[in-house]
């Protein structure tokens, strides 16, 4: 508990900082000239897909931390092994020093960031349809991934081969914390693939440019990293792509101006 509580005050301060450069790089300055009376009828006009984005991620603690631990099932693994073959296991052995520490901070501090900042922005500059897309989108693809995560379980790659964790040797004892919001078989679909699609999919109805080139920038590098680290098995990835953009397409329909 005691190395929960310090991870959440560094990756909080983390945060923190994004949020400042956030602010500073992404936000326009007339976007944070609103009244207090504007602002609350902002929040008034989108409380629903507030309400959308809190259930989803308190639903998700409950699912990882009560519901999950109670469930024994079979691990499928193997199938995805057998299918896949070492590909993944082979990037583990060409680990660079450089690379790791890169592709760790983006999965661990700058996802998350994404994942609250962009509704925040959205929030912010009253863009609704941005906000009811990513919100939609993100209660579509937990719905649909929960199913699998409860009955298929599939364990990542690092832990499957016995491997070392790339976050605990580049971050020692974040795993403690990281585990506390997931499991080690809520591995497909990857939704870390899937959210930073819709993300960047939502950014960019925006016409926010430098958000949207950022939210891209993210999309290729979670992806690459969540290989590149041996937690994600490349069936992981194909699967929460063919999610996001199907969830994509269907949203496109509906919300169709």
Not at 148 to 171: C, D, G, K, R, W
């Amino acid at each position: 508990m005691k190395k929960i509580i310090s991870w959440l005050i560094i990756l909080g301060s983390i945060n923190i900082i994004l949020l400042v450069l956030g602010f500073i790089f992404f936000i326009p300055r007339k976007k944070l000239k609103i009244k207090k009376s504007e602002f609350l009828e902002i929040i008034k006009n989108q409380s629903l897909y507030i309400l959308i984005i809190i259930g989803v991620a308190i639903f998700h603690l409950i699912e990882v931390n009560i519901i999950e631990p109670h469930l024994i099932g079979n691990d499928f693994t193997d199938i995805v092994r057998n299918f896949e073959g070492d590909l993944v296991y082979w990037f583990s052995q060409y680990w660079t020093d450089a690379l790791v520490y890169f592709f760790v901070i983006m999965y661990i501090a700058v996802y998350p960031f994404t994942l609250w900042f962009s509704p925040l922005y959205f929030l912010l500059t009253n863009d609704i349809k941005a906000m009811k897309t990513f919100a939609y989108g993100l209660f579509l693809i937990y719905i649909i991934a929960l199913p699998f995560y409860l009955f298929l379980p599939i364990t990542n790659v690092y832990t499957y081969y016995n491997l070392s964790s790339a976050l605990e040797h580049t971050i020692p004892s974040v795993e403690g914390f990281f585990y506390s919001t997931t499991t080690i078989n809520n591995c497909l679909p990857s939704l870390h693939t899937a959210m930073t699609i819709l993300i960047a999919y939502s950014v960019s109805l925006t016409n926010n440019k430098k958000l949207t080139y950022f939210s891209y920038f993210t999309v290729i590098t979670i992806i690459i990293s969540v290989i590149y680290l041996s937690i994600h098995w490349i069936t992981d990835v194909i699967t929460g792509v063919i999610l996001s953009l199907g969830i994509i397409i269907i949203l496109r329909k509906i919300l169709k101006e």
